[in-house]
């Protein structure tokens, strides 16, 4: 049986026998907090949760482990799901979108096409002009305002 103790940006893992060893908390070679390297390996953090749910700043959301533009403030809306919500991509080139089967249903995953972050899922309810919803995980985001 493993053990596992989160201590500052990398994880000790002790067994049985005794033994530490060392794993990187990494992605794409930044180190990145562990709630933030589970959500872009492929986890979803918990709906109200994140920092930018009911984020209002204008300005852009980018990749949090390649800085690649993603979203823009113009496309956010409030979808009441409890993630940062987009109706649009600030960059068609900029998120890869591939079919995920996991939890008995088909879905859309979004996936930073730079550096291959999990981002989220898009849905098909969201609002006009694109009728689309970019579900996004915020600890897969950055944010860097338009006025400094």
């Known amino acids: 049986m493993k053990y596992i103790y989160t201590f500052f940006s990398f994880l000790l893992v ?6 530490v ?3 990187d908390n990494t992605f794409n070679g930044r180190a990145l ?7 872009v390996n492929g986890g979803t ?6 920092e930018y749910w009911n984020h209002k700043e204008e300005g852009s959301y980018i990749c949090v482990a390649c800085d690649s533009p993603l979203f823009s ?4 809306y409030q979808s009441g799901s409890g993630w940062p919500s987009y109706y649009d991509v600030l960059n068609e080139g900029n998120v890869r979108k591939l079919k995920d089967l996991s939890l008995g249903m088909e879905r859309i995953e979004i996936r930073c096409n730079t550096c291959d972050a999990h981002l989220g899922h898009l849905f098909n309810d969201g609002p006009k002009p694109t009728g689309i919803r970019y579900c996004v995980n915020s600890a897969s985001l950055k944010f860097k305002p338009s006025k400094l």
């Open 14 to 19: 002790t067994s049985c026998t005794g033994q």
């Open 21 to 23: 060893k060392e794993v």
């Open 33 to 39: 907090p562990e709630n933030t390297c589970y959500v």
């Open 45 to 50: 953090e918990k709906p109200f949760s994140g």
């Open 73 to 76: 403030s113009d496309h956010k």
